[in-house]
């Protein structure tokens, strides 16, 4: 599973949700985000930018 140091998701109406430090799954319903906040389910997805500024854990 993909770990991202900042998520972004822009939705179809052109809005943007930022999340930090996130493991994340595409799907074909969106895109399922797993934070320090809990778990979270997006359908309205129009395009994602994950940014990971270290290195990944082996």
């Known amino acids: 599973m993909p770990h991202a140091d900042t998520l972004d998701i822009v939705h179809h109406d052109d809005t943007r949700t930022r999340f ?7 799907h074909r319903n969106g895109i399922r ?8 389910a997006i359908t309205d997805v129009l ?3 994950a940014y990971r500024q270290r290195e990944a854990d082996k």
């Open 33 to 40: 985000i797993w934070s320090a906040d809990g778990e979270h």
């Open 47 to 49: 395009m994602t930018q």
């Open 20 to 26: 930090k430090d996130v493991r994340y799954q595409h």
